[in-house]
């Protein structure tokens, strides 16, 4: 009989925490000095499925990003989602890291930058799509300017994608996540949730963002309130028999 692996000590998590905040802060230093030359690893990739989805060519202009064939949609910086990388892989990395069943292994944070690299290429892909077929939308029809629009769409499918990588992550490691188990949704969407809110709000606070005053509060709404509509639309369209209580 195996003997079962043995919980990780706290000085081991630590470490290993560490390590995964150094190399969630090295893609954000990457990310804040990098031109659009040097985000090419994750622009490319990404506008060469929004060319497969939509049927719209792009090419590459130096210094600008990825621009339509017809000049009127440029996929730029800061489309890349570094920022939803960033979010992916700390949830996954520190939710592997205090499971408290299993011990973490080092070539864990190698696959979940891959995954988290993966994830971010499809929910880039799905937004930057989505946006472009937005824009070829007549003024009238949507019912926010084109500024909150952007906004509340690039939420929804960031934090979407967010909600569908942890359960997923979670229901293929069942037997050794806290998380998978009985809950609420809610509860179960917690972790998601303070990833998103930590990258989105509690960072560019710290960072002074509450410097630009409306602008960044407009910013801030629209972030606390629209991961929780996402959460119940999720919780209404679940089939009926399984839905646990909310909270």
Known sequence: MKNSPKPQTRWV????????????????????????????????????????????????????????????????????????????????????????????RWGWIATGLMIAYLTTI????????????????????????????HRLEGIFVYFGFLLLLFF???????????????????RRSLVPLLAYYSITLVVPLVNGAYRQGAAFLEHALFVLLTPPVIIGLLYIVRPAKKQPPLI
């Open 13 to 104: 998590r630590m470490v290993q925490l560490s390590v995964v905040l150094l190399l969630a802060a090295a893609l954000k230093l990457h990310y804040s000095t990098a031109t659009v030359n040097g985000m090419r690893w994750i622009l490319a990739p990404t506008a060469y499925l929004v060319e497969l989805l939509t049927g719209t060519g792009f090419s590459f202009e130096p210094y600008a990003g990825y621009m339509s064939s017809d000049h009127t949609f440029l996929i730029a910086a800061p489309c890349a989602g570094i920022n939803f990388f960033i979010t992916a892989f700390l949830m996954l990395a520190i939710a592997d890291i205090f499971r408290k069943t299993t011990q973490f």
């Open 122 to 149: 499809l929910a880039n892909t799905v937004r930057i799509s989505a946006a472009l077929q937005m824009h070829r939308m007549e003024p009238d029809v949507v019912w926010v300017n084109p500024d909150q629009m």
């Open 168 to 186: 997923v992550n979670e229901k293929i490691r069942s037997d050794k996540s806290p998380f998978a188990k009985r809950g609420s949704l809610l």
